[in-house]
């Protein structure tokens, strides 16, 4: 376990998650504001397991999908490209959600912060019995998702 307290080690954090992920990335948060997702590198790294193929997925579901489109150009284009793989999901704002946001790569990595408004958590690159409670966690809130970012926005 390795504990972070700031922005850039949490992205730090995350960023060897995702490049330990070899078939399944899921990430659970408020928005996408703290992990920096159009960062070059951050992108380039998602976009090898988009091209990677052999049924890869990528999940993220967010409290807050409003700003999306509008602050993440490079994800909304892996999305275009790659929505067979990468999709993007509002949580139910009915239902129960957890207070924590976390990442979980493929059934063994999981990064953790107890609270969404905080940046302050721990990652754990090596925790099959940790990461099975939250992936059910994950699934149930994936299932009951009504809403997912399009791929292309529409105007008149």
Same mark, same amino acid.
């Given at each position: 376990?390795?504990? %972070? $307290?700031?922005?850039?080690? %949490?992205?730090?954090?995350?960023d060897?998650l995702?490049?330990?992920t070899?078939? #399944? #990335?899921?990430?659970?948060?408020?928005?996408?504001?703290?992990?920096?997702?159009?960062?070059?590198p951050?992108?380039?790294?998602?976009?090898?397991?988009?091209?990677?193929?052999?049924?890869?997925?990528? $999940?993220?579901?967010?409290?807050?999908?409003?700003?999306?489109?509008?602050?993440?150009?490079?994800l909304?284009?892996?999305?275009?490209?790659?929505?067979?793989?990468? $999709?993007?999901?509002?949580?139910?704002?009915?239902?129960?959600?957890?207070?924590?946001?976390?990442?979980?790569?493929?059934?063994?990595?999981v990064?953790?912060?107890?609270?969404?408004?905080?940046?302050?958590?721990?990652?754990?690159?090596?925790?099959?019995?940790?990461?099975?409670?939250?992936?059910?966690?994950? $699934?149930?809130?994936?299932?009951?998702?009504?809403?997912s970012?399009?791929?292309?926005?529409?105007?008149?």
């Amino acid at each position: 376990m390795t504990a %972070f $307290e700031t922005p850039s080690e %949490f992205r730090a954090a995350f960023d060897a998650l995702l490049t330990s992920t070899q078939r #399944l #990335l899921r990430v659970y948060d408020h928005d996408l504001s703290l992990l920096d997702i159009d960062h070059a590198p951050r992108h380039a790294t998602l976009r090898t397991l988009c091209v990677a193929g052999g049924g890869r997925r990528i $999940e993220l579901l967010l409290d807050d999908i409003d700003r999306v489109a509008r602050d993440h150009p490079r994800l909304m284009q892996l999305v275009r490209d790659f929505g067979h793989v990468l $999709e993007i999901r509002q949580a139910d704002p009915n239902a129960p959600r957890p207070d924590q946001a976390f990442v979980l790569a493929d059934r063994h990595g999981v990064l953790l912060r107890a609270d969404k408004t905080a940046v302050r958590g721990a990652v754990h690159p090596d925790d099959p019995g940790g990461t099975t409670a939250l992936h059910q966690t994950f $699934e149930a809130m994936w299932q009951r998702a009504p809403a997912s970012v399009p791929a292309t926005t529409l105007g008149l």
